[in-house]
T-cell receptor
Framework: GDSVTQMEGPVTLSEEAFLTINCTYT??????LFWYVQYPGEGLQLLLK?????DKGSNKGFEATYRKETTSFHLEKGSVQVSDSAVYFC????????????FGDGTTLTVKP | DVKVTQSSRYLVKRTGEKVFLECVQD?????MFWYRQDPGLGLRLIYF???????EKGDIPEGYSVSREKKERFSLILESASTNQTSMYLC???????????????FGPGTRLTVL
């Protein structure tokens, strides 16, 4: 079946460090790919998305590129801030799945001043 | 802005009680979802609804039922709560247009349920 594998956490970085959170997927078909973020005490919210191969999603300094050849959608940010501390979820959705998403297990990021 | 609200942020119930979790969205979305979130297990889909009175089982429906009598409201029901249902419950909605594959899901803040 469809699945999403994320880099295991937790990840701890110093402020202004470079961030990469790896995400790879397995899907029968051509999914749309998403990164959601969950700040402490809140629900998930969309961070960015890409709907076809080679698309780059970007938001708040975060970027991810849809790589069909490596079935990956790695999240990157050049300089993290303390306020980026959160749990990050990679997800995919397929047209054949009526809008249901498959989520990764989440990666907890802590940024220290 | 899309708003998804859940009836309670925190709930404490006793084993065997019937529990209702309510979710309301204000964007006329077709799709609504109930997930549970547990440490190390990510988000797991309990039930999904793609229209009023239409529902579909997710990955872990056992011990749960749902109701969608109006488009904006999706209820999760624990018929007889058990301690292994202690968890964070998240409701979400999405527009459901064009097959839904590019839809963003909008989440509520979650209900942390403890069953004693």
């Amino acid at each position: 079946g469809d699945s999403v594998t994320q880099m295991e956490g937790p990840v701890t970085l110093s402020e202004e460090a470079f961030l990469t959170i790896n995400c790879t997927y397995t899907a029968t078909g051509y999914p749309s790919l998403f990164w959601y973020v969950q700040y402490p005490g809140e629900g998930l919210q969309l961070l960015l998305k890409a709907t076809k191969a080679d698309d780059k999603g970007s938001n708040k300094g975060f970027e991810a590129t849809y790589r069909k050849e490596t079935t990956s959608f790695h999240l990157e940010k050049g300089s993290v801030q303390v306020s980026d501390s959160a749990v990050y979820f990679c997800a995919l959705t397929l047209t054949t799945n009526a809008g249901k998403s498959t989520f990764g297990d989440g990666t907890t990021l802590t940024v220290k001043p | 802005d899309v708003k998804v609200t859940q009836s309670s942020r925190y709930l404490v119930k006793r084993t065997g009680e019937k529990v209702f979790l309510e979710c309301v969205q204000d964007m006329d979305h077709e799709n609504m979802f109930w997930y549970r979130q547990d440490p190390g297990l990510g988000l797991r889909l309990i039930y999904f609804s793609y229209d009023v009175k239409m529902k579909e089982k997710g990955d872990i429906p056992e011990g749960y039922s749902v109701s969608r009598e109006k488009k904006e409201r999706f209820s999760l029901i624990l018929e007889s709560a058990s301690t292994n249902q202690t968890s964070m419950y998240l409701c979400a909605s999405s527009s459901g247009l064009a097959g839904g594959s590019t839809d963003t899901q909008y989440f509520g803040p979650g209900t942390r349920l403890t069953v004693l």
